[in-house]
C-alpha cells in the first residue's frame, strides 16, 4: 500500500493545503519482506503528523521520522458488530453444546498470531480436566496443516471447533456471544481490532505480553496478560475456568470501554491538526 498512499498524499499536499495524518496500526511489517524500510519510510515522509494506536507502535516511529508531530490514541471499540447475543441465543444459533465452556480465538490465522501456543496450552493437565473447546473462527492465511498435525500429536481433536472461512458480519456476535473468553495469544503484535470487538461484547480476554496488547487489557480486571509460552497461558485459562471469573471481569469491560471511544479518537487528530 505504501507506493499507492504515499504517492496520493504527495499528490494531495502539492495541489491543496490539506495536512496529511497517518493513522498508523502498525509501522513495522509482523512479517519481514524485501524492501519493507523503504517502503515505510516512503509512506511515512508524505505525512505532516502521526495518529499511533499504541505506545509501542509511537516508539516504532523513531525508527523512520524524527517528526515530533505524533499522538497516541488507543484503537477505538469496534461497534458495527450488532448489540449483544444471549449465551443461550448465540449457543443454539451456532449449534454449540450448553455442557461446555468456550475459548475463541478470533481473525486470520498467521504464524505470528500464536495459534500453537494456545493449543499447546489446552494440552495442559490443567486445562485437560474442564469441559472445554476452542473455537477458531477465521480464515488460514497459511497451511493449515501445521495445526492439524500439531492437533493430532496432542491429542485435541475433540476439543477444536473451525469455522473455516471468514466470518461474515451479521455472525460475529454469535461468536463472542457463545464464548467464555477471547484468547490472543500472539508472539508479536502492536494492537487488535479483536480486543476491541471483545470489549464491544463486554467478554474477558487473555492477551500475551507483546506490543500494546497489555496497554488495552488490564491484567486480572478484565482478563490477563500472559507470556508467549504455553504453561503462563494454560495457568491464567485453568485460573479463569477454576476461580469462575468470566461474571467479574465480564463486568469490568464496562469500566474500561468509555477509553476507547470514537470521539477520543476524533479529540486526538484536531489536536494534532492544531
Known amino acids: 500500500m505504501a507506493p499507492c498512499l504515499g504517492t496520493i498524499a504527495r499528490r ?12 498508523m496500526h502498525n509501522v513495522i511489517p509482523h512479517e519481514s519482506f524485501p524492501l519493507a524500510n523503504q517502503l515505510t519510510k516512503y509512506f511515512v515522509k ?9 505506545k509501542s507502535v509511537l516508539s516504532d516511529l523513531n525508527q523512520f521520522t ?31 453444546s450448553t455442557e461446555y465452556k468456550y475459548i475463541l480465538f478470533f481473525g486470520i490465522i498467521r504464524r505470528y498470531k500464536g495459534l500453537d501456543l494456545l493449543l499447546k496450552a489446552l494440552a495442559n493437565s490443567k486445562l485437560q480436566k474442564q469441559q472445554l473447546k476452542l473455537i ?7 497451511d493449515r496443516s501445521y ?26 456476535k454469535y461468536y463472542f456471544g457463545a464464548s467464555n473468553i477471547v484468547a490472543q495469544t500472539y508472539k508479536n503484535a502492536t494492537q487488535s481490532g479483536v480486543t476491541q470487538i471483545a470489549y464491544h461484547f463486554e467478554r474477558p480476554m487473555l492477551v500475551t505480553n507483546v506490543g500494546g496488547l ?14 508467549t509460552n504455553p504453561d503462563s497461558i494454560a495457568e491464567a485459562l485453568s485460573d479463569f475456568f ?10 469490568n469491560t464496562l469500566l474500561e470501554k468509555d477509553k476507547f471511544s470514537w470521539d477520543k479518537l476524533i479529540k486526538a487528530i484536531e489536536e494534532l491538526i492544531k
Open 12 to 23: 494531495v499536499k502539492k495541489k491543496t493545503n490539506a495536512k496529511i495524518i497517518g493513522i
Open 46 to 54: 508524505s505525512c505532516d503528523g502521526f495518529i499511533t494506536m499504541s
Open 66 to 96: 524524527n517528526n515530533t508531530n505524533k499522538k497516541f490514541s488507543p484503537h477505538p471499540i469496534y461497534n458495527i458488530f450488532g448489540d449483544i447475543v444471549p449465551k443461550e441465543e448465540a449457543l443454539k444459533y451456532l449449534n454449540l
Open 136 to 142: 477458531v473462527a477465521g480464515e488460514f492465511y497459511e
Open 147 to 172: 495445526y492439524d498435525q500439531l492437533i493430532h500429536d496432542l491429542n485435541l481433536k475433540d476439543k477444536i471447533i473451525f469455522t473455516n472461512g471468514f466470518i461474515p458480519n451479521h455472525e460475529v
Open 214 to 227: 497489555s496497554e488495552i487489557v488490564p491484567n486480572k480486571k478484565v482478563g490477563y496478560v500472559t507470556e
Open 242 to 251: 477454576v476461580n469462575n471469573k468470566e461474571e467479574e471481569f465480564s463486568k
